[in-house]
């Protein structure tokens, strides 16, 4: 189950560049659906792994000034029913017209949950406009080029709770027999190694940091300068192109996406990724680096992808990159150890390594934390054990009792792995506190070592 955007706004704000761009080319005209007039087009969309429905009020060209209000009034309202979220796009180089406050007034008395867009922003035509829109009193705006694709990656970022949402509702709607215990449990549980991973495919790994970070030079060092003559070959997908590598030993994958399709073509160097090229290739790879520059690290936009990958659900390894440039290596390291566990609490755990791209010093260390956090995003821990261990978590700290109704932990069991997913049985799931939750997780990472890795806990009700 997904959720519904509306794309709403006057005639000619960019409505149906828009749409275009979220929806590709698989556009499904409305027409022939029952309930919808041809005013509005629908169609799947998807930014990264986020899918949504988006509904555009496009048409309005079409109508003539006198019936214009009456008629825009009718569509957004019909739209805005339609849909979840609202995205009320304006034009940023223009500015906020009449229209548009006939527009932010039609969504504020439907009570809608809206997205404030500024598009035309790309250069700086739309600044003055970008900082009038505040005055709509919808919330900060979102400048968006809808032609040039810009503030793709920030729409993501507002959307993807909101997708969340949506999947957690359909996740506590499901039916109980979703969660019996998978079939292999029960040899698992008689195999004494039944915490090895398997290597039968390479190690999938993608390396993802703002530009400079030093992604390409690590990339070039890893897979070594002339292995790249046997070429970038084209990935499971039109989207991602994989190069493979023998790296100490390990057979590796490492995904990239423009940066290597063009390599195939050019020069030595791999061009330079973009943000989104990798935060695309995030939905390939299994196990993300996250590269830092020592220099500045911890910036906000290391802190946005570092949780994109946790969100994802991807093993996480922080690397620390150009350890080369520090005169004080153990303070540096202290330091960098404290942010990570003050500004990124969600990858507890999770290795942070310091390396050296340029030098290669540090690499096998890399190599050792990448396969180690593999090794713990498969790892499938038998029902029995949890069990014991939940009654002992239950008997340590019960979960508190919210106006005097207890909640019994009953049953755990492990559904999924890459990463480690939970299902815990008991009573009243909805009142379960967060804090609760939290200390389950935290309990799983340190009694069976899986430090780092997303851990996913879904709470069930009987019944
Ligand atoms: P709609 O009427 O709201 O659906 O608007 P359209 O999508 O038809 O766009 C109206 C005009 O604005 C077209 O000429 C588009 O090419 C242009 N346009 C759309 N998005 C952008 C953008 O991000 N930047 C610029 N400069 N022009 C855009
Ligand atoms: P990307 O944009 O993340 O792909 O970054 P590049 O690989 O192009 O590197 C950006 C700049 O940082 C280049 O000038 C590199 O030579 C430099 N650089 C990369 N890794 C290191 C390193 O480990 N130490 C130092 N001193 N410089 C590095």
Redesign the pocket.
């Known amino acids: 189950m997904s959720f519904t955007l509306a794309i709403v706004g006057r005639p000619n704000v960019g409505k149906s560049t828009l749409f275009n761009r979220l929806v590709g080319r698989k556009l499904a005209l409305v027409d022939d659906q029952p309930g919808v007039t041809r005013d509005l087009r629908e169609g799947d969309a998807k930014i990264f792994d986020l899918r949504f429905t988006v509904i555009d009020t496009a048409g309005l060209e079409d109508v003539t000034d006198d019936s214009l209000q009456g008629r825009m009034r009718r569509l957004t309202e019909r739209a805005v029913d339609m849909a979840d979220v609202c995205l009320f796009l304006i034009d940023g180089r223009v500015g906020v017209t009449a229209t548009d406050e006939v527009f932010a007034d039609i969504l504020r008395k439907k009570g809608a949950r809206v997205i404030l867009g500024v598009n035309k922003a790309e250069g700086k035509a739309a600044d003055g406009g970008a900082v009038e829109a505040w005055a709509l009193g919808l919330g900060e705006p979102l400048r968006l080029s809808a032609e040039h694709g810009e503030g793709i990656d920030d729409l993501y970022y507002i959307l993807r709770p909101i997708g969340d949402e949506f999947t957690e509702r359909a996740e506590a709607d499901a039916p109980l027999v979703d969660i019996d215990i998978p079939e292999d449990e029960a040899d698992e549980e008689a195999d004494p190694e039944w915490h090895k991973p398997t290597h039968e495919k390479p190690l999938q790994i993608a390396v993802i ?12 060092k890893i897979i070594g300068e002339d292995r790249l003559l046997t070429g970038p070959e084209a990935g499971i997908t039109r989207d991602a192109i994989s190069v493979k590598s023998d790296w100490y030993g390990t057979p590796t994958r490492i995904f990239d996406t423009a ?1 290597m399709r063009k390599k195939a073509r050019i020069s030595d ?2 061009e ?2 973009s943000v989104s090229d990798g935060l695309r290739a995030v939905r390939f790879a299994e196990v993300i680096v996250v ?1 830092l ?1 020592v220099e500045i690290p911890f910036e906000q936009q290391d802190l946005r992808i570092a949780d994109y990958a946790e969100t994802e659900g991807r093993a996480v390894v922080i690397a620390v ?5 520090e005169d004080e290596k153990q303070d540096k390291l202290a330091q960098l150890r404290e942010s990570f566990e003050r500004l990124l609490p969600q990858l507890r755990g999770a290795p942070l390594v310091t ?5 290669g010093r540090g690499l096998d260390r890399l190599h050792d934390a990448i396969i180690r956090a593999h090794d713990i995003w498969n790892r499938r821990i038998p029902t029995n054990r949890l069990n014991t261990w939940l009654g002992a978590m239950t008997e340590a700290h019960p979960p508190p009792a919210p106006g005097g109704r207890r909640i019994k932990l009953r049953y755990m069991t492990q559904v999924k792995t890459r990463p480690p997913g939970f299902v815990v049985m008991c009573s009243h799931p909805d009142l379960m506190q967060e804090s609760y939750k939290r200390y389950l997780v935290n309990g799983l990472r340190d009694h069976f070592d899986m430090p780092g890795t997303p851990i996913r806990i879904m709470l069930r009700g009987q019944g």
């Open positions: 940091g703002r530009p400079n970070a030093g992604k390409s030079t690590l990339i070039n940066g160097k791999l330079k990724m590269l520059d990159n150009k350890w080369d440039l390396v050296s791209a340029k030098t």
